[in-house]
């Protein structure tokens, strides 16, 4: 069955004796890693974890239901974690799990996206035995409350609304990039939740997503603005200290659907000013100017083809993997020369 989040929190949170499986799928992989962490604190520090994969579950599909129902080595509480791969190896072993006599042992699975068309979503949907919910990017105030929620935790007390914003920005909205983020912030300012600190913009220029090392937005502006020299340069400086692939792909793809929203208010006979200054602080004020520039540079239907071709690329890059660096590159590289024909 499908659950919303305050469904699957609760259930993770205490886990009832009719829940055979806890399936968390949708494209925010570190979003569910995050759910399946609650099923751990509910079961306790000492109890044990056994983790499985859909691979071994496609050769030995009994194996599920068997640690399912088997009793802890020293009689504690026990849990199964199960990482897919590929979804569908796992439907005989989750067919299994549900017919057996005893399954007292908590289920959680972790997956990526799954197709509408995917026989063990459309198995876990249909069972009532399957609690199974799609973790989704935070968008917006959701992102903002997320990293304020976040910061939080680890000790730190952010200055302002604004402050949220620019590390949720800063982090592509990407959970587990936003992790990162807030563990060093929080070593910068020695915070823990015991000893809380102000996080203020002066920290952030310091040492944040957004500082030079990390830093998407030069690579987004070169991409959208033009420059497809500077966006191959971009590429290779990212890639040298480990971003690439899919986080560049998003972080482009962010800035073309707020080009898109933005163009569509200028397309219906708004000037741009006017656009800019109603969009007011859903902007940052740093990249206003650029923002600006571009979307004086882009239409709707050029706004829709870039939007196609990076939605493609990271389906390739999640289906097949064969979608390296160099190819991603070639990507952004054909849009910044369409941005930059449009001169």
């Not at 072993?93 to 549900?98: E, I």
């Not at 989704?136 to 402050?163: N, T």
């Not at 203020?200 to 500082?211: F, M």
């Not at 070169?222 to 400086?237: L, S, T, Y």
Request: aromatic content about 2%; glycine content about 6%; hydrophobic content about 50%.
């Amino acid at each position: 069955m499908k659950a919303n989040k305050g469904q699957i929190e609760r259930a993770l949170d205490a886990p009832p004796a009719d829940i055979r499986l806890f399936l968390l799928h949708g494209p925010d992989e570190a979003g569910s890693r995050a759910l399946a962490e609650r099923i751990e604190r509910a079961m306790g520090p000492e109890a044990e974890r056994i983790d499985l994969d859909s691979a071994a579950l496609k050769g030995d599909p009994a194996r599920l239901a068997d640690e399912a129902a088997s009793i802890s080595l020293f009689g504690g509480a026990r849990h199964i974690r199960v990482a897919i791969a590929n979804a569908d190896d796992c439907v005989p072993a989750v067919d299994a799990l549900l017919t057996a006599a005893v399954a007292g042992n908590p289920v959680v699975a972790i997956a990526g996206a799954l197709k509408g068309t995917s026989a063990l979503l459309k198995r876990a949907l249909a069972e009532p035995a399957i609690m199974a919910f799609a973790s989704y990017a935070p968008e917006g105030q959701d992102a903002d409350r997320l990293a304020q929620a976040m910061a939080r935790d680890a000790g730190l007390r952010l200055a302002s609304a604004e402050v949220a914003r620019r590390l949720a920005g800063a982090a592509n909205n990407d959970r587990a990039v936003l992790a990162r983020e807030i563990e060093k912030l929080a070593i910068y300012l020695d915070a823990a939740p015991d000893r809380p600190a102000d996080l203020d913009h002066a920290a952030l220029d310091a040492l944040s997503a957004d500082a030079d090392e990390g830093d998407m937005s030069r690579l987004v502006d070169a991409v959208m603005g033009g420059d497809p020299g500077a966006a191959a340069a971009e590429m290779a400086r990212l890639g040298s200290v480990g971003i690439e692939g899919i986080p560049l792909i998003r972080a482009v793809m962010k800035r073309a659907q707020l080009l898109c929203q933005l163009r569509a208010d200028v397309e219906q006979g708004n000037s741009v000013d006017s656009v800019m200054a109603a969009a007011g602080k859903a902007i940052f004020w740093k990249e206003k100017a650029s923002i600006q520039r571009q979307l004086q540079r882009w239409n709707i239907d050029r706004l829709a083809t870039a939007q196609s071709r990076l939605l493609d690329a990271e389906r390739a890059m999640k289906s097949s993997g064969t979608l390296g660096v160099a190819a991603v590159e070639a990507e952004f590289v054909a849009i910044s020369r369409a941005a930059q024909r449009a001169r």
